[in-house]
């Protein structure tokens, strides 16, 4: 296909999705059935255009004078990726499969500079209903962190320290894909591989190394939350809502698989894949407790945890860089419901925390209502808790580490927070609670 023709099938994807309020990847899997000719280049240019469309959706609505398919690629190309008005006429040509010609009015309005004056929601790309959440924990900052929200992730990959030493993992990595690794300055196990415009990301599930089980992957922001939570070798640690075992994964290196992690989620669907990641990570101290119909799998380790981990259901607000279409779909009725789930989650960890134990909550999203405020509720209600300061938790990391992560994580009031501007990585929010009675 032409490049023109891609245009015009990025805005069919983007008014399905817009008219049917169709999930983006079913609404692109959709056209490529529809249009078997196209090959695999050109639907992933379409799906690049197609997400990058919907990152930049209300700055690129506001540029192109619209929030039709059309209107939204004219913004973004002016916008976004830097085109004239004589390069947007190449590609919107009207000839053979090119979208139609600029018209005069669309001329004027890729002329104009309509964001100069835009509310932030605009500028940040986001919907809203939710600008006054945003600019409750971004105050100032809050079109900064939003766009920082809306650029492409790189890929993270967690090395396995049960089975691999970083630089080695890093040399096998490089020479599976040709390219090697960054590693940001925030953790020595961290390997990051930058988007490369254009191309797609490397398969890195059929590398040596991850097959292996010498690396995961694995946000950084991620790493480091689990990191933050504390475990230590020896330990009796609950993932109560382990899902398919990122951070029981991480846990388990952290113990160096000593002591004991009871991975557990409502859900036996989303713990499934466990099983096979323990395997090939080379894991040996985890026990999965997978939920029963009318049996409670918990019962035995009521009040004996030394650290009891919640990472908790949320709207994951954070990871919108990955999955830019999530920020479109969320609704005000989700974000009730999450908090209603993180109350009772936390209400439910209480229980298998011993004295002296310690909670460690976790959010992928960067909003106070999931972070702070479940925390400030749960600490009011449960005296015998007590919060860890967030600047100990830090500090408790750093001394294995290097003295830098201060500037990057935010220190709220009872938790701390990591964003894509501040940590570049995904938004999480962690907060370490101890029981003292
Ligand atoms: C953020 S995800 C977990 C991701 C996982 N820890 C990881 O690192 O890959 C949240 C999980 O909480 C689970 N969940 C929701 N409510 C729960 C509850 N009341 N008890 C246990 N798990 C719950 C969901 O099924 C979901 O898998």
Redesign the pocket.
């Known amino acids: 296909m032409i490049p023109a023709a891609r245009i015009s099938a990025a805005i069919e994807v983007l008014d399905d999705i817009a008219t049917r309020r169709r999930p983006a990847p079913d609404a692109l899997k959709d056209w490529g059935l529809a249009h078997r000719f196209a090959g695999s280049k050109d639907r992933r240019a379409i799906g690049d255009l197609v997400f990058d469309a919907l990152r930049h959706k209300n700055s690129s609505a506001a540029v192109g004078g619209g929030d039709d398919g059309r209107s939204i690629l004219l913004g973004l190309f002016r916008r976004h990726r830097g085109l004239d008005i004589a390069a947007i006429e190449k590609l919107f040509s009207g000839e053979r499969f090119a979208p139609a010609p600029l018209t005069d009015d669309e001329r004027a309005v890729l002329s104009a500079d309509p964001l100069a004056g835009a509310p932030d929601f605009v500028r940040g790309d986001y919907p809203e209903w939710i600008a006054p959440n945003f600019a409750r924990v971004f105050g100032d900052n809050v079109v900064a962190e939003m766009q920082a929200l809306a650029t492409p992730a790189p890929l993270d990959l967690r090395v396995n320290t049960l089975k691999a030493e970083a630089d080695h993992a890093a040399s096998e990595l490089t020479a599976a894909i040709g390219r090697a690794p960054e590693r940001p300055a925030l953790s020595t196990l961290c390997l990051r591989l930058p988007l490369e415009p254009g191309s797609a990301e490397p398969h890195i599930a059929s590398t040596e190394p991850f097959l292996k089980g010498h690396i995961e992957i694995?946000d950084l922001g991620?790493q480091l939350a689990?990191e933050f939570a504390g475990a230590r070798p020896g330990q009796q640690v609950l993932?109560?809502?382990?899902?398919?075992?990122?951070?029981?994964l991480?846990l388990a290196a952290a113990m160096q698989n000593h002591g004991q992690i009871f991975a557990?989620?409502?859900?036996r669907r989303?713990?499934a894949p466990i099983h096979d990641r323990l395997a090939r990570a080379g894991v040996r101290n985890v026990q999965v407790r997978t939920?029963r119909p009318n049996s409670d799998v918990l019962d035995d380790l009521e009040h004996r945890m030394d650290l009891v981990?919640v990472?908790?259901?949320?709207t994951?607000t954070g990871t919108w860089r990955r999955n830019p279409d999530a920020k479109w779909r969320i609704r005000p009725g989700s974000l009730a419901e999450r908090n209603k789930?993180q109350a009772?989650?936390l209400e439910?960890a209480a229980r298998y925390v011993k004295t002296g134990g310690r909670l460690a909550y976790?959010?992928?999203s960067v909003l106070e209502e999931e972070n702070t405020d479940q925390i400030a509720a749960f600490l009011k209600s449960h005296p015998g808790f007590q919060m860890v300061p967030p600047q100990k938790v830090v500090e408790a990391y750093e001394q294995e580490s290097m003295n830098i992560l201060g500037p990057a994580v935010r220190l709220l009031s009872n938790g701390l927070l990591m964003t894509p501007l501040a940590s570049g990585t995904d938004g999480f929010f962690v907060s370490v609670l101890t029981r003292t009675t």
């Open positions: 694995q991620s689990a993932d109560l809502c382990a899902g398919g075992g990122g951070k029981t991480a557990h989620d409502s859900d989303r713990l939920p981990l990472d908790a259901p949320c994951g789930d009772l989650v439910t976790i959010t992928c």
